[in-house]
């Protein structure tokens, strides 16, 4: 049987909960509310194992605060023997407009530390990770504000529908395999 473990990058707290940073965590929230599942907090992180078509899916949020997610992603790779191709990290990224979407299977950090503490924990920069575009709509100096700010009302018209396309990426990523999904999904 395949396992992948999807991780969904965020900060812990309620203060981060409805913020742009955290899409990652909305992602697997979202996908377990859809599903009716629910997660439990384990070691490092809170845990979910889910079954479709034969794999096993771990998602993966951790609560080691974003700056320091590697620890919780080498932990849970190495506890469940998840090969590196079968990473699935899901990320902001303020280089792409809102709500648009791009699976990569490798690449550099694009500035975001969640992703430069992954690399370093792994050593590599080959693994797959979805990007969620939230755009740069900030002025000079205002990034920080910008990605811990929260969803502005026009983007929340459109999230619920962005977060369903996620799930398709994340479970055709599991079935057909990144080549596939990134034809199929990337950029819309």
């Given at each position: 049987?395949?396992?992948?473990l999807i991780v969904g990058l ?16 909305k992602v697997l929230d979202s ?158």
């Open positions: 049987m395949k396992k992948f965020g900060n812990i707290g309620e203060k981060y909960e409805e913020t742009r940073h955290n899409i990652g965590f996908y377990a509310n859809d599903n009716e599942l629910s997660f439990k907090t384990d070691k490092l992180g809170d845990i979910l194992y889910h079954k479709i078509k034969g794999r096993t899916l771990v998602f993966l949020k951790p609560n080691t605060f974003m700056n320091l997610s590697g620890k919780a992603v080498k932990y849970w790779m190495t506890k469940e023997k998840i090969p590196l191709e079968n990473l699935l990290v899901i990320t902001d990224d303020l280089n792409l407009p809102f709500g648009t979407l791009r699976l990569k299977t490798k690449g550099s950090d694009g500035g975001h530390n969640g992703l430069k503490d992954i690399q370093d924990k792994l050593r590599t920069s080959t693994y797959c990770r979805l990007r969620f575009g939230i755009s740069a709509e900030f002025s000079k100096g205002k990034q920080v504000d910008y990605v811990l700010g929260h969803w502005s009302e026009e983007e929340n018209k459109f999230l619920k529908e962005r977060l369903m396309q996620c799930h398709k990426v994340l479970e055709s990523f599991v079935l057909a395999g990144p080549k596939l999904t990134m034809n199929d999904y990337n950029g819309k």
